[in-house]
C-alpha cells in the first residue's frame, strides 16, 4: 500500500526542536510547544502536533480492500453518487488507523511506550482528494506507579476543510524501556 500524499504547504518536522538524538516524524507533520515556543520535551500538556495528507480515489479502495471492508461507498463509484455524500468515501477505519498511528508515531518519537486506551467517534466522511489534517494535543501527562511509567492523556481530531470527520481521545504509556 502507497503512503498517502503529504501536503506540500506543510514543512517536515522541525528535528532540532526535538532533540539530534530523535529521528523526524516524516513529510507533512508540523508540531507546536506547549512551552511559550521554547524547545521543550514534545509530550508536555497544551502540545499539540498535526500532519496533513490527501487519499486518492485508489488509495481509499485499496485500504477498504485490504482491510476487507466491503461496503460499496468505499468501492462503488455509481453507488456512492447516489448516497448522501454523493460520492466515494474512504472507510472509518482507515481515517481511525492513520489517527491512531499518527498518535502513537508522534508519542513514542522521544520514549518507547504502548498505547492504553482510544475511543473514536466518526462525524463526517473523508473524500477523495482533499485535505485531511490529523491533529493530537496533550492534555495531561502524570506519572504513574501502576503501571510504572508516564500516562500521557490527549484529544485528536481528523478533518478537512470546514468540517471534522473525527474525534478522538488517548491514553499512552511511556516507559524508560519496553
Same mark, same amino acid.
Given at each position: 500500500? +502507497? ?11 522541525? +528535528?532540532? &526542536? #526535538?532533540?539530534? +538524538? ?8 508540523? &508540531? ?15 502540545? #499539540? ?32 453518487? =447516489? ?20 498518535? &502513537?508515531?508522534?508519542?513514542? &518519537? ?10 473514536? +467517534?466518526?462525524? =463526517? ?54
Amino acid at each position: 500500500m +502507497k503512503t498517502p500524499t503529504p501536503c506540500s504547504d506543510i514543512s517536515p518536522y522541525d +528535528k532540532a &526542536a #526535538r532533540g539530534a +538524538k530523535h529521528q523526524p516524524l516524516g513529510p507533512g507533520v508540523r &508540531a507546536r510547544g506547549g512551552s511559550g515556543g521554547q524547545a521543550a520535551p514534545m509530550l508536555v500538556k497544551g502540545h #499539540r502536533f498535526e500532519r496533513r495528507l490527501r487519499w486518492t480515489r485508489e488509495e481509499i479502495v485499496e485500504f477498504a480492500t485490504l482491510v476487507e471492508d466491503s461496503n460499496p461507498l468505499h468501492h462503488d463509484d455509481a453507488y456512492a453518487e =447516489g448516497t448522501r455524500f454523493g460520492g466515494l468515501i474512504a472507510s472509518g477505519a482507515q481515517s481511525v488507523a492513520y489517527l491512531m498511528a499518527f498518535c &502513537a508515531s508522534a508519542a513514542t &518519537a522521544e520514549n518507547p511506550g504502548v498505547g492504553l486506551e482510544f475511543n473514536f +467517534k466518526l462525524v =463526517g466522511p473523508a473524500k477523495p482528494g482533499e485535505e485531511i489534517t490529523l491533529a493530537w494535543e496533550v492534555i495531561s501527562v502524570e506519572q504513574s506507579e501502576r503501571p510504572r511509567g508516564t500516562i500521557v492523556t490527549l484529544e485528536g481530531e481528523a478533518s478537512a476543510p470546514g468540517r471534522r470527520i473525527l474525534t478522538a481521545t488517548a491514553r499512552t504509556l511511556l516507559v524508560p524501556s519496553l
